[in-house]
């Protein structure tokens, strides 16, 4: 499995790359369209892990609409859409040290318990129809209370951002 | 392929959207860091299903990105009326609680 190997790489590399630029980046649409390589990637991950219902799932939700609502944001907010030095607050030190400790944490602790676990090689397409099953039989409770859910927070999006 | 490496490429995601957050003081940034917690974590549950060979990690995946759309909806609004109400995003402004 060499090929989906190489795939993998390439597709973290991109993704890795991207989210730091995301955290790091002086230009706030630029942070915008960096997520986008980010929530892509995602979603080549899990077609690469045979999750094609998340994948298009992903792409959907997250490209094409939360990140126009982000984009909304950075145009309401009237943030500068050019280069800016005042992105950053005064606790960078901090936060590359609580982020590097986190990353050493995690990091042993997957070695650890994963360190040789092999994917299985012959893994069957999770068919959508699967999933479909899945939601509205095991987990149609939570599938009511996540779309009550929704329901409260796109009204309570609209009540507090409404002008009055 | 190994189960690490989607674990290990989830933990760095992770970690860069907890220095965004940490690091960041406009508010939509802040909101952009979170989204990336949010997808290491679906990343996370998406591999795991894949290992166990079960469909449950890709509908909790489903269940989080849609909580997480709902967290932006609301969060988007917040960071708004901040905006409204004080004429700018600064994080570290928006300190009324300090004693």
Avoid: W
């Amino acid at each position: 499995m060499i090929v989906q190997n190489v795939i993998f790489g390439a597709i973290a590399g991109a993704m890795g790359l991207a989210a730091l630029r995301v955290v790091t980046t002086k230009n706030i649409v630029h942070a915008a369209l960096y997520l986008v390589v980010v929530l892509a990637g995602v979603a080549a991950i899990y077609i690469l892990l045979a999750a094609e219902f998340t994948a298009a799932v992903q792409v959907l939700v997250y490209i094409g609409a939360i990140l126009v609502l982000f984009l909304f944001g950075i145009m309401l907010t009237r943030a500068p859409i050019g280069r800016t030095s005042n992105l950053d607050n005064d606790q960078r030190g901090v936060a590359v040290i609580v982020a590097l400790f986190l990353l050493g944490v995690m990091g042993a602790v997957l070695q650890d318990a994963f360190g040789s676990t092999k994917l299985p090689e012959d893994a069957a397409v999770q068919r959508t129809a699967e999933v479909g099953t899945s939601i509205f039989q095991t987990y149609v409770i939570p599938f009511e209370v996540v779309s009550v859910l929704l329901l409260a927070a796109l009204v309570g999006a609209v009540v507090i951002a409404r002008r009055d | 392929m190994y189960l690490n490496q989607f674990l290990f490429l989830a933990a760095f995601l992770f970690c860069v959207g907890v220095y965004g957050v940490l690091a960041r003081k406009n508010g939509v940034l802040v909101l952009m860091s979170v989204e990336l917690i949010l997808n290491a974590v679906n990343i996370n549950l998406v591999a795991f299903g894949a290992f166990h060979g079960t469909v449950t990690g890709q509908v909790f995946a489903l269940f989080v990105i849609a909580i997480a759309a709902a967290e932006v909806g609301v969060g988007l609004a917040i960071v708004l009326l901040i905006y409204r109400n004080r004429r700018s995003i600064d994080l570290t402004e928006a300190d009324l609680l300090k004693g």
